[in-house]
């Protein structure tokens, strides 16, 4: 077992109000500049919805993520080596600045500079940042807001849903999904990398990009299948999301998780053993959900506290893991869920999925005479059809969604009624598995937890992480191909590197 440290974050939808106050303090932040007009690391789509960038859940057309081949190997969409070294000057897996956006800026001179007494009122004129010519806005990164778009319906993970959903207005159904980098175990931008320049770190599992070894390439941008890499069309490098790593080795959230309104994201430190982190990836599509939570470890195991010491992890790390909230969502209380699992990069950005509404739902879990049967086929008649949580988030898998979605029902039940009566629905907690007391727990979590409850990150100590890397190879590849381009079956969880210093 080589036990790892991976930052991880946890986003409650259910709380989420599409206000995009993390997109602009991310943009602020981090992307302000010249060449990354285009480019939100953080953005707010509503879905249904096709997405930023236009359909970048179709892999189908753009090659993202693994797949196993006949053999059951894991492979990247995107080829092998001499695949994607014969389309290293001309790729065609990747989005145009059409499926993000042209970015515009007005002239802002025309309203300064107009003459008084003017018939008609002055209008500033769109104009491209790229070409510098008048434009006409067409589309952008939050186009959809709220169905806005009126693209819902070409959603890829409507398919087969088109005799169950009518989008009309009484069965209409919309929710927010907040969007970062997945800083996934399995990432296959690190191992579409030509030149080494994405890495994961040693100490925290962030993914990041050298740019000094960054030649442009482009191939991480084909193999992300959330499209979470851009291209700074002024430096020719690739640029992502950060987890804003310098504030959390000063022990502070990121900057979307600071400034979020709805209070819905949650960061924590997560044990997993990287050993196991390729047969996790390799099982058939109906396991992923399980075997992606088998990876995880334990943190209040002595066994597993001991391991990390044995490798060399400080004792604040251990700490924090301990009180870990997103480890609580993920594998305690099991209400978290991941991105699209059936893409096998192991994405460490989770979802707890929106319940809303669900009034219907929680009068029939607070009955005495309801059982955990009747409430489950009340969530399944949910406005939001469980089909469609599923293909987001459990790979088609119903009956996990809709547990779920039970579980919450089930907290929002219990609350209620011990609230207003002090009555307690025993066979609906037996249905689900819980206890009145990790329910109140759950509820405590997602409703009122404070700041230092939802944000458990230990500040890194400089001596302690350089200790670390020198303690462990600076890149152990148990796969073909090395760290060039990589073979077909190039496994890349098992690069963790940082560049020179």
């Given at each position: 077992?080589?036990?790892?440290?991976?930052?991880?974050?946890?986003?409650?939808?259910?709380?989420?109000?599409?206000?995009?106050?993390?997109?602009?303090?991310?943009?602020?932040?981090?992307?302000?500049?010249?060449?990354?007009?285009?480019?939100?690391?953080?953005?707010?789509?509503?879905?249904?919805?096709?997405?930023?960038?236009?359909?970048?859940?179709?892999?189908?057309?753009?090659?993202?993520?693994?797949?196993?081949?006949?053999?059951?190997?894991?492979?990247?969409?995107?080829?092998?080596?001499l695949a994607r070294l014969g389309k290293i000057f001309a790729n065609p897996d990747l989005p145009s600045i059409d499926d993000y956006y042209e970015p515009a800026t007005f002239d802002k001179d025309i309203l300064v500079n107009a003459p008084a007494g003017l018939a008609d009122t002055p209008v500033k004129q769109p104009y491209s940042t790229l070409t510098g010519e008048p434009m006409k806005i067409e589309w952008g990164a939050n186009w959809e807001d709220s169905l806005g778009g009126d693209t819902f319906e070409q959603d890829p993970n409507m398919r087969n849903m088109t005799e169950k959903v009518k989008f009309e207005f009484e069965t209409t159904f919309m929710f927010h999904l907040p969007r970062i980098c997945?800083?996934?175990?399995?990432?296959?931008?690190?191992?579409?990398?030509?030149?080494?320049?994405?890495?994961?770190?040693?100490?925290?599992?962030?993914?990041?990009?050298?740019?000094?070894?960054?030649?442009?390439?482009?191939?991480?941008?084909?193999?992300?299948?959330?499209?979470?890499?851009?291209?700074?069309?002024?430096?020719?490098?690739?640029?992502?999301?950060?987890?804003?790593?310098?504030?959390?080795?000063?022990?502070?959230?990121?900057?979307?998780?600071?400034?979020?309104?709805?209070?819905?994201?949650?960061?924590?430190?997560?044990?997993?053993?990287?050993?196991?982190?390729?047969?996790?990836?390799?099982?058939?599509?109906?396991?992923?959900?399980?075997?992606?939570?088998?990876?995880?470890?334990?943190?209040?195991?002595?066994?597993?506290?001991?391991?990390?010491?044995?490798?060399?992890?400080?004792?604040?790390?251990?700490?924090?893991?301990?009180?870990?909230?997103?480890?609580?969502?993920?594998?305690?209380?099991?209400?978290?869920?991941?991105?699209?699992?059936?893409?096998?990069?192991?994405?460490?950005?989770?979802?707890?999925?929106?319940?809303?509404?669900?009034?219907?739902?929680?009068?029939?879990?607070?009955?005495?005479?309801?059982?955990?049967?009747?409430?489950?086929?009340?969530?399944?008649?949910?406005?939001?059809?469980?089909?469609?949580?599923?293909?987001?988030?459990?790979?088609?898998?119903?009956?996990?969604?809709?547990?779920?979605?039970?579980?919450?029902?089930?907290?929002?039940?219990?609350?209620?009624?011990?609230?207003?009566?002090?009555?307690?629905?025993?066979?609906?907690?037996?249905?689900?598995?819980?206890?009145?007391?990790?329910?109140?727990?759950?509820?405590?979590?997602?409703?009122?937890?404070?700041?230092?409850?939802?944000?458990?990150?230990?500040?890194?100590?400089?001596?302690?992480?350089?200790?670390?890397?020198?303690?462990?190879?600076?890149?152990?590849?148990?796969?073909?191909?090395?760290?060039?381009?990589?073979?077909?079956?190039?496994?890349?969880?098992?690069?963790?590197?940082?560049?020179?210093?």
């Amino acid at each position: 077992m080589r036990i790892r440290a991976q930052v991880a974050m946890v986003m409650n939808l259910d709380k989420c109000i599409g206000c995009h106050t993390c997109s602009v303090t991310c943009k602020q932040t981090w992307t302000n500049r010249e060449g990354t007009e285009y480019v939100w690391f953080n953005n707010v789509e509503t879905k249904p919805g096709i997405g930023y960038p236009k359909f970048y859940e179709d892999q189908d057309r753009w090659k993202g993520g693994w797949k196993l081949d006949g053999k059951g190997r894991l492979t990247l969409r995107s080829g092998g080596r001499l695949a994607r070294l014969g389309k290293i000057f001309a790729n065609p897996d990747l989005p145009s600045i059409d499926d993000y956006y042209e970015p515009a800026t007005f002239d802002k001179d025309i309203l300064v500079n107009a003459p008084a007494g003017l018939a008609d009122t002055p209008v500033k004129q769109p104009y491209s940042t790229l070409t510098g010519e008048p434009m006409k806005i067409e589309w952008g990164a939050n186009w959809e807001d709220s169905l806005g778009g009126d693209t819902f319906e070409q959603d890829p993970n409507m398919r087969n849903m088109t005799e169950k959903v009518k989008f009309e207005f009484e069965t209409t159904f919309m929710f927010h999904l907040p969007r970062i980098c997945e800083h996934c175990l399995n990432p296959a931008c690190v191992s579409a990398c030509p030149s080494g320049a994405m890495y994961k770190r040693e100490e925290d599992g962030i993914v990041l990009v050298d740019q000094d070894r960054c030649r442009g390439w482009r191939m991480c941008v084909s193999a992300c299948p959330y499209k979470k890499v851009y291209v700074n069309h002024a430096t020719g490098k690739a640029e992502k999301c950060t987890f804003c790593f310098p504030r959390l080795e000063a022990g502070q959230p990121t900057i979307c998780s600071e400034t979020c309104v709805g209070r819905l994201r949650y960061l924590g430190i997560l044990w997993y053993d990287e050993d196991a982190v390729l047969a996790a990836a390799s099982v058939p599509t109906p396991e992923l959900l399980d075997a992606q939570r088998g990876v995880f470890l334990d943190p209040r195991d002595p066994a597993v506290q001991r391991a990390a010491r044995d490798a060399g992890h400080p004792e604040e790390w251990i700490e924090a893991a301990q009180a870990s909230p997103v480890w609580k969502l993920i594998s305690e209380y099991r209400i978290a869920l991941p991105l699209h699992p059936e893409y096998r990069t192991l994405p460490m950005v989770w979802y707890v999925p929106p319940l809303s509404p669900v009034l219907d739902a929680v009068g029939a879990a607070g009955r005495d005479d309801t059982d955990a049967d009747d409430v489950f086929h009340t969530i399944q008649d949910l406005r939001i059809p469980v089909e469609y949580l599923a293909s987001l988030f459990t790979a088609g898998d119903t009956e996990a969604a809709g547990g779920v979605l039970m579980k919450l029902a089930a907290m929002r039940s219990y609350m209620r009624a011990r609230t207003l009566d002090g009555t307690v629905a025993r066979d609906l907690l037996d249905g689900i598995g819980m206890t009145g007391d990790q329910v109140e727990a759950m509820y405590r979590l997602l409703a009122i937890a404070k700041y230092d409850e939802r944000y458990v990150i230990p500040a890194a100590h400089t001596g302690q992480a350089a200790a670390l890397e020198a303690s462990m190879d600076s890149c152990s590849l148990d796969c073909e191909g090395g760290p060039g381009m990589g073979g077909a079956t190039r496994v890349p969880v098992t690069i963790s590197r940082r560049p020179p210093s």
